[in-house]
């Protein structure tokens, strides 16, 4: 088999420079680029449209970038899991915080058209908007208020929708390999976990009370265990457990599992 | 509803219409009658939950899920790799069909549950890629416990022989064939995806895959065999179009309705992207992800839910256009299917001009026989020695030595794929496959053959020479080039969508 022949001026095998990655001049070819788009699309005036268009109507729903989506960014620090934004009817959002920074960061995950600040609930309701009610499940007068919760949603129609809120987690080590391969970065960042339960749609506010405490129970539960083993009932609540409130903050709070690796102490 | 794809004629109101390249983007003054194929608009939201349950209660044929399911079997989910869709999703919907997928298992009490991704000869996946595409909830429930992985098409003991096709033994994912039920999740977004074929070359050997992708072209024979050999139950969601957001709005907006804030974040883009290192441009604009809306969800049989989900994905994609083209135009997304960096490697994006885009009109192809295609690619060099290694060297090695596509399965391929240092980097480092380089030529070889004239638009002159090809500065330039042998008023058919699109030609 001969080699192939190649053009003078594209020789493969001819010597050749790598080029240095580096920044370069920012204003070289940013006037021709400018007049580029200003002649392009008349500045000033109503752009001109192509001929053959087809005579569609546009529909402003679905404007890519429009405010509806599907899921709920996951966002560095903050982890939002099960959101579901599908759907236009308004929820009875009903909620476990621990504390001021929890609300704070519920506040921040919710929709901002779930974002009602009213004293007149009924009205709210009727009118199609979303309502919050958060309670530290821990505490006996959550059942009070899980059950005027589920008392509002059965009375307007509405879905119950248990929402947890995990704060001061450190996030696992980021599992991104460092310069030349040589193993994780390990990085702790304070993580918050958002999760959402399933709707609870049931007309009976008793029965609706009960599955949204079991809800936040699960949902609780994740904080030691997975998902997939809440799912299964292999796990216990902590919910189930009576541990006063400080404790729990301080186990949630311990450092995450390594799944067996542990980095070398450098210093004895 | 949203606004169909359509061709748009190029008349003298057109404004200068964008075409990227790689990570670099500009916008092209078109010659007057030129066709430009714009994708659909994104269409309005559909509820990923609502239509996941709906599919999976009412199955297209056969039992629903949930009824498949009893305690102490072995279930097997596997699921289409993280290079599909492309740009990446944004809360991707395989991560709702996994998850509805676990919570029947649960409820059925299924404890023998694995996942596997069925990358086939494609990179496997990280815990990054895994955590993207399948989310916390399952990564945190299934890694620990090396029961969520990728497969991995060079490791023999965990492959079994199931059947031989033209005297080669078809081998797929031992855990696969010996599972009492296998449930495939996947995304459709191009012609094509789906069917028996994603499984053989997602979760076969790397001989099976080249039966199936290499130049014996044996699919259709593979796939009977794998149809054969395992149960398999699939859940397919279908895709519309990437709804570009923010800064980037401008990608899937058409031209003429540009905003002044279009405008400016198109010459913001321009620019930085124009001045930056390539390496910040690649991090900045390689790694963004777009919501998807979710069209349609299928569950039931392989071949019934591969069919309907082609018909519906079909529905939305298509576009006509008049005639095959003299000339065919694309330009380059960044990142494409085939390379998480489009300037990383010439092969990823000469492929995507030259297999996908000029197969978008299935059987009969966007340009004629004796048409030229020009696309627009710097087809850089800067090869990701995590990634690319094999192709690195084979465009290196291979290439300056011969294009001839039977020489290089005859002489280069064997020694490729039996090397252990790129099975190494493919098995353990996330690499691509060696034999991956080599099926990509081997799918551009219906347009090199068909159209002796193929110029890239600001394109490495070394690089499309060793690759068979020519380089020209500008987009005249490469007109001039053409015209020597179709003249000076050939029939140009620019691919503009930035999204999938099929080409209907009248």
């Known amino acids: 088999m001969s080699p192939r022949e190649f053009a003078s001026w594209a020789d493969p095998k001819a010597t050749r420079k790598a080029r240095p990655s580096r920044w370069s001049n920012p204003f070289a070819g940013f006037t021709r680029d400018v007049v580029q788009v200003a002649k392009g699309w008349r500045w000033g005036s109503r752009p001109p449209v192509p001929r053959s268009l087809p005579p569609v109507a546009r529909d402003a729903a679905a404007r890519p970038g429009a405010p509806r989506r599907t899921l709920a960014e996951v966002v560095r620090g903050r982890r939002v899991t099960g959101l579901n934004l599908a759907g236009s ?88 390999p460092g310069p030349m391969g040589r193993g994780p ?34 949902l609780l539960a994740e904080d030691d265990a997975t998902w997939w083993q809440v799912l299964r009932g292999q796990v216990d609540s902590p919910l189930a457990e009576q541990m006063a409130p400080w404790r729990r903050v301080w186990n949630r709070t311990a450092p995450a599992r390594s799944n067996g690796r542990q980095r070398k102490p450098i210093w004895r | 509803m949203s606004r169909p794809g359509f061709a748009l004629e190029v008349d003298e109101r057109t404004p200068p219409l964008l075409v990227r390249s790689g990570s670099a983007l500009r916008l092209e003054r078109f010659s007057l009658g030129t066709q430009v194929v714009y994708a659909p608009d994104a269409e309005a939201w559909g509820d990923p939950t609502a239509l996941t349950s709906a599919a999976l209660a009412a199955p297209l044929a056969g039992a629903p899920i949930a009824d498949q399911l009893k305690p102490g079997m072995r279930l097997t989910i596997t699921f289409s790799d993280v290079t599909v869709p492309t740009p990446w999703a944004r809360d991707d919907v395989r991560r709702v069909l996994v998850e509805h997928v676990l919570q029947a298992a649960a409820t059925a009490g299924v404890d023998d549950v694995v996942l596997i991704a069925a990358n086939g000869l494609r990179r496997r996946l990280t815990a990054r890629d895994q955590q993207a595409l399948l989310g916390e909830r399952i990564c945190r429930s299934f890694a620990g416990d090396d029961r969520l992985g990728s497969h991995d098409a060079a490791d023999a003991e965990a492959l079994t022989t199931v059947g031989v096709v033209d005297g080669t033994d078809v081998a797929l994912n031992r855990r696969v064939v010996e599972s009492d039920l296998v449930i495939h999740v996947g995304v459709v977004t191009e012609r094509g995806h789906g069917g028996w074929r994603e499984i053989a ?23 009977d065999v794998v149809a054969g050999a395992v149960n398999v139950v699939t859940v397919s969601g279908v895709l519309g179009q990437p709804a570009y957001s923010g800064a980037l709005r401008f990608l899937a907006s058409r031209e003429w309705e540009w905003s002044i804030k279009d405008q400016l974040a198109y010459l913001a883009v321009r620019r930085a992207l124009a001045t930056a290192p390539v390496e910040t ?29 082609q018909r519906a994905l079909a529905e939305v994609q298509t576009v006509p256009v008049k005639g095959q083209a003299d000339i065919l135009v694309s330009g380059v997304p960044n990142p494409i299917s085939m390379a998480p960096d489009a300037d990383g490697t010439p092969l990823a994006p000469a492929w995507h001009v030259l297999s996908h885009v000029y197969g978008m009109g299935g059987d009969t192809p966007i340009v004629r026989e004796g048409g030229a295609v020009i696309g627009f690619s710097k087809l850089g060099e800067r090869f990701s020695s995590r990634h690319h290694s094999a192709g690195a060297d084979f465009v290196a090695e291979v290439l300056p030595q011969t294009t001839d596509p039977a020489q290089i399965a005859a002489t280069y391929q064997p020694r490729f794929a039996s090397d252990p240092w790129y099975l190494e980097l493919y098995r353990h480092r996330n690499a691509f496959h060696p034999l991956h380089p080599f099926h990509l030529w081997y799918a551009m070889q219906p347009a090199i053959q068909a159209c002796p004239d193929i110029v890239w638009v600001g394109a490495d002159r070394r690089t499309a020479e060793v690759m068979g090809f020519r380089a020209a500065t500008t987009y005249a330039d490469a007109l001039e080039i053409c015209s020597t042998r179709l003249g000076r008023r050939p029939k140009v058919t620019y691919v503009r969508a930035s999204g999938q699109v099929q080409v209907r030609l009248s």
């Open chain 2, 281 to 309: 441009s690649r991090a900045l604009y390689g790694s963004r992800s777009e919501p998807y809306p979710v069209v349609a969800v299928f569950s039931g049989p392989m071949t019934e839910v591969h069919t309907a989900a």
């Open chain 1, 185 to 218: 970065k390990p990085r702790l960042v304070d993580e918050v976990q958002v999760r959402f339960a399933d709707a609870v749609r049931d007309p009976h506010a008793a029965t609706a009370a009960r599955s949204a405490r079991t809800a936040v129970a699960a």
């Open chain 1, 89 to 176: 009817q308004s929820r009875v959002v009903l909620a476990h915080v621990e504390s001021a920074d929890d609300l704070a960061v519920l506040m921040e995950t919710l929709p901002k058209e779930w974002r009602i600040v009213t004293s007149r609930v009924p009205q709210a309701l009727a009118r199609g908007r979303s309502l919050l009610l958060v309670t530290d499940f821990a505490a006996p007068e959550s059942a009070d208020v899980a059950a005027e919760a589920a008392s509002l949603a059965a009375r307007y129609g509405r879905d119950l929708l248990p929402v947890v809120v995990r704060r001061l987690r450190p996030a696992p080590a980021d599992e991104t």
């Open chain 2, 201 to 223: 070359t997602g979760l076969g050997s790397a001989e099976t895959i080249d039966l199936v992708n290499g130049l014996r072209g044996r699919g259709d024979e593979v796939a």
